[in-house]
């Protein structure tokens, strides 16, 4: 079923045109609905055909970027992890990394090395949200509650670095606030491991389940050609045969050491995008073992900080690892200018801009992210299929909506 | 028989049996109870499979077996919604109506040797058959009632499934009637006794019947009526309080009598028990039977836990297709079967 690109925009006149029409339904689908998530998605059917669909965001919309013009540039970290509450480490990452291109500063190896492997860790979480909320759209409760459940480990892990479980607002501009606990690398091998061992049983159950082949084999495609045309990102730009990551055209943090594949796959369906979900797993665990093999020794944080810090901080800092914040890093005022950043959070692609006037907050903040850029798969792929492929698509794309209305 | 109540007059024992038969062994009493616990295992397999407790937390001893009862508090003390746009008559009355007829078709299935002499059972495969293909049209009656897109969409979903599986189904059961040359079931139970289970004689029938059955009962992964991620409940959508607790309750009850029917046509019924009179002609059989078709009813519900929904165009046109082909296969295959054996 291949998808010609409509390129008619989305009008009132349109929209009536429609309405006018005989034989064509209307369905609501949201913002109260099993199948929609914090959005609400206008689908006009003729039959069991999805004629149209217009995907209707904003239901979440928290103001990330108007709020960070209020507030100090270090307070708005926790902000923007918000928006994408299960990957919250690459938000912070891309934000914090726009934040040092103003500074003009470049944090010590280990603390990029540390960013590396909890972003990675934070990759792997994401993507077992997304098959598990994929899962759920194609009514299986079985792997919803496994892949949930199986980023247990990983937030477990998280938790004994930062003492929190979904925001931990771990990367702070000139490094990362605490040092790696002394057994850590051994407590990712235990769960790297127990994910691979889990790996076998989704393949088993998921992957290879007639159903779910045959629901997802061939619906929601697009070309390659039609996913750069459209400005797709992330996972789901490769599911369509691009090979293109940030993390490999871009290298930021310490991703230029690591020798790793970016997967790609030629069909562009929603089953290549189950997929491409898989196997990026499995190199985030390639990344983040070999992150921890060479991990450089020295400081977590900025030198000229840690020169700044009080005895007292200086003691607990070299005792414990934690960096304790002192009055420098709290009150950051950038030199006048702007700076962007890339990252490749778990959707795909992270755009930060941030603007100095050389005060104490952002004069502006401006976050792109790949929920965002992935709606064009409402609007241009899910006309012409049928009704019960819309949570389908909808799940592939994995789709998050707060972290679409930021 | 039933000398022990013998304070009643002879004449109306035959009466006091059909009512127990009705009222509470394979009948209402008894479908409540297995409703409690299939549901429970139903929630408890799956959550099993998927690494969590389940109900648990109303009576913990019991493990949590109580839990409908607990739901079914809570729904009746909901407020009943109806909506504006809503046909009255037919939204209010359809579920009590569906209810009666999903537990209608257990009073035609016999479960014991002696039933013969409460209903006569000459065409009783029939008319369990008969009672079990109405359903369909009051679930679809229902989705229209409710003035709903989503309701709606899940009734017309319903009647093409049912135009596509009930063909098997009817090719199934009539692929048993070929086999046995009967369409007394007590009759077929003692032909399986004298010689083998109907699923040994004919897998092929034993395989379409358990496709539509999780076909017309909605289990997964044909649950494309209810489709929660789709449809949100189907023609059920609008139901609130004691109401959807009725609705919820149809398709379990349904699985019984299917199950039932499945365990006389295919399992050989009450095999190695049999007997005469009330208790060794009805109860003890009955017992057997009971748990057999409870076996098949924790196999289907267990698929919930394993697959996911299918789709609606290719259910129908695996419908019209291979499920087809097999019932035909089937057919074919009970004639070979009672051309050889008898």
Redesign the interface.
Known sequence: MTQEIKTVPFTYEVLSQLEMKEGI?E?QIGPA???SGHMRVLAWVEG?TVVKVDPDVGFVHRGVEKLSEDRLYIKAIPMVERPSLVDTVNANLGYVIALERLLGLEPPPRAQYIRVITAEISRIMSHLYGIAIY?????????F??AV?DREPFIDLLQELTGARVTYSHIIPGGVRWDLPKDFADKVEVALRYLENRMKDYEK?WIN?P??M??SMGVGKLSAQDATRLGVVGPNLRASGVEYDVRKNDPYAAYADFDFEIPTFKEGDSYSRLLIRVEEIKQSMSIIRQALKRLPEGKVIYEDYYKRMSPLMKEIYDKTGRVKFTLMLTSLSPPKGEAISRVEGGRGEMFYYLVSDGGKNPYRFRLVTPSFRNLPYFTHVMPGH??????VIYGSIDYFPPEADR | MMTFLYFIPNSWLPLLESAFYALIFPGFVAILLLAFFIIWFERKA?AR????YGPLWVSKRTGGIIQLLADMIRFSFQEFIIPQGADFIPFVFLPGLLLAFSVLPTVFIPIGPDYSHIFPSNYSLLLAVAFTLVIPVYLVALGWAADN??SF?GALREAYLLVSYEVPFILAVASAFLLYGSLDLVKIVGIQEGTLPGIILNPLAAIVYIIAVIRATGR??Y??VE????L?FGPYTEYSSLMFGFVMGVPYIELYSYSLLFSVLFLSGWAPVTGIGFLGGLILPGIVTFVKSVIVMCFLVFL???????????AVRAGWSWVFYLALAALLLSAVVSRVLW
């Open positions: 339904l369905l609905h099993a199948g069991d899962g759920i759209f194609m009514g299986s409760s079985t792997v509650m496994w459940a159950v389940n159903v779910v045959a629901r049928k009704l019960a492929d819309i949570p | 799956a499979v998927q690494m969590r897109k989503f969409i997964v992964p649950d494309i489709a929660d991620s789709e949100v919930r836990a394993v697959y996911p929904r299918y789709k609606l165009d290719k």
